[in-house]
């Protein structure tokens, strides 16, 4: 997490899952990938999800681990891969989507209040377009709530909430 901004860091969990972290601009600091809308290559990503045969589209990439497994990412193959210049895996605008869309702000998941302080909990470090059916776990607390906490944005635009901070990964990439 200490490449270049848009630079793939890939590590284990629980000695068994991938989990894909994108550096951004900021030292030391990432986002984690949790899921993805699969649009292309959904009988490909059901060869390498187990079980995915079965698997409802929308749970082909709704987690970290899945998301991993389906992309047949792994720290092999893709940890401090560059995500600007990557054959295999690349971010790029996704410009035949919504032109704009919401983003929910909402406290990180599967965070254990016992080995970490309340604030760290509490933190707003998770975000999610609105409605979209490939979100591991929503907040719907969160997705009530309006103002600070969820911000529309217009993709094209980089997006900022109305607080100034950028939501968007296509922002990491452009610094």
């Not at 793939?8 to 900021?26: D, F, R, T, W």
């Not at 993805?36 to 079965?54: H, N, S, V, W």
């Not at 909990?121 to 600070?148: F, N, Q, T």
Request: with cysteine; net charge positive; aromatic share 8%.
């Amino acid at each position: 997490m200490f490449e270049r901004a848009g630079t793939a860091y890939v590590y284990i969990i629980y000695g068994m899952y991938h989990c894909l972290n994108i550096s951004s601009p900021e030292e030391g600091a990432g986002v984690l990938i949790r899921a993805l809308q699969p649009l292309t290559g959904i009988e490909t990503m059901r060869i390498f999800r187990k079980g995915g045969a079965t698997l409802k589209q929308t749970d082909l990439c709704n987690g970290p681990g899945r998301l991993c497994q389906a992309f047949s990412i792994t720290k092999t193959t893709f940890d401090k891969h560059d995500l600007h210049a990557g054959e295999a895996l690349w971010l790029e605008d996704d410009s035949a989507g919504p032109s704009e869309f919401t983003i929910v702000e909402s406290p990180r998941i599967g965070i254990n209040p016992k080995s970490h302080d309340a604030e760290s909990v509490r933190r707003p470090w998770r975000y999610y377009i609105m409605g979209c059916p490939d979100v591991s776990k929503k907040d719907k607390v969160a997705e009530l709530v309006h103002g600070s906490t969820v911000s529309t944005v217009r993709a094209a635009s980089g997006g900022s909430s109305s607080r100034g901070r950028r939501k968007t990964l296509d922002w990491a990439l452009q610094q």
